[in-house]
């Protein structure tokens, strides 16, 4: 690869975070989403109604890669909006387990919707590319996923 190129693929990559920033920013029509809740918040409300039983902060902290302060800390909000209710499971007076109130099952719908159109964004984007340069664009995002992550460690 050439001065040239690599030139090209800064530039790039830093109009796709500019691009992607401003997306993050502007309005979409869904302003109940908007500046009211965090991802990890909604993330917690899908996982809460992808499994009902199972929702305790060991299970969100696991399947969000975070720790269980930070699932407390993002719960607290939800908890005081009345999106989720806390109960302990009978025979289990150690674990508190969260479950959708109704409007948590709202919110959490949304969110899933949202994502699905994100998804389909996506899927009809790969249709520009070939095999090969799916690829290539797979494992350039690997790495740099990669090498954020070895950034925010330090």
């Given at each position: 690869?050439?001065?040239?190129?690599?030139?090209?693929?800064?530039?790039?990559?830093?109009?796709?975070?500019?691009?992607?920033?401003?997306?993050?920013?502007?309005?979409?029509?869904?302003?109940?989403?908007?500046?009211?809740?965090?991802?990890?918040?909604?993330?917690?409300?899908?996982?809460?109604?992808?499994?009902?039983t199972?929702?305790?902060?060991?299970?969100?902290?696991?399947?969000?890669?975070?720790?269980?302060?930070?699932?407390?800390?993002?719960?607290?909000?939800?908890?005081d909006?009345?999106?989720?209710?806390?109960?302990?499971?009978?025979?289990?007076?150690?674990?508190?387990?969260?479950?959708?109130?109704?409007?948590?099952?709202?919110?959490?719908?949304?969110?899933?919707?949202?994502?699905?159109?994100?998804?389909?964004?996506?899927?009809?984007?790969?249709?520009?590319?070939?095999?090969?340069?799916?690829?290539?664009?797979?494992?350039?995002?690997?790495?740099?996923?990669?090498?954020?992550?070895?950034?925010?460690?330090?």
């Amino acid at each position: 690869m050439n001065s040239t190129q690599k030139q090209e693929a800064l530039k790039a990559i830093e109009q796709f975070i500019i691009q992607k920033e401003k997306a993050a920013k502007s309005s979409t029509g869904i302003d109940e989403l908007k500046g009211k809740w965090t991802l990890t918040q909604l993330h917690i409300l899908a996982l809460i109604s992808s499994y009902p039983t199972e929702a305790n902060n060991t299970f969100l902290s696991k399947n969000l890669h975070i720790t269980k302060p930070a699932v407390t800390k993002a719960v607290k909000p939800l908890l005081d909006k009345k999106m989720i209710i806390r109960e302990h499971k009978e025979g289990d007076r150690k674990s508190v387990y969260y479950y959708l109130t109704d409007e948590g099952k709202k919110l959490a719908l949304l969110h899933e919707e949202l994502h699905m159109k994100a998804k389909q964004r996506y899927y009809d984007l790969f249709e520009e590319f070939n095999k090969e340069e799916l690829t290539v664009i797979t494992k350039f995002l690997k790495r740099w996923t990669e090498t954020i992550s070895e950034e925010n460690r330090k």
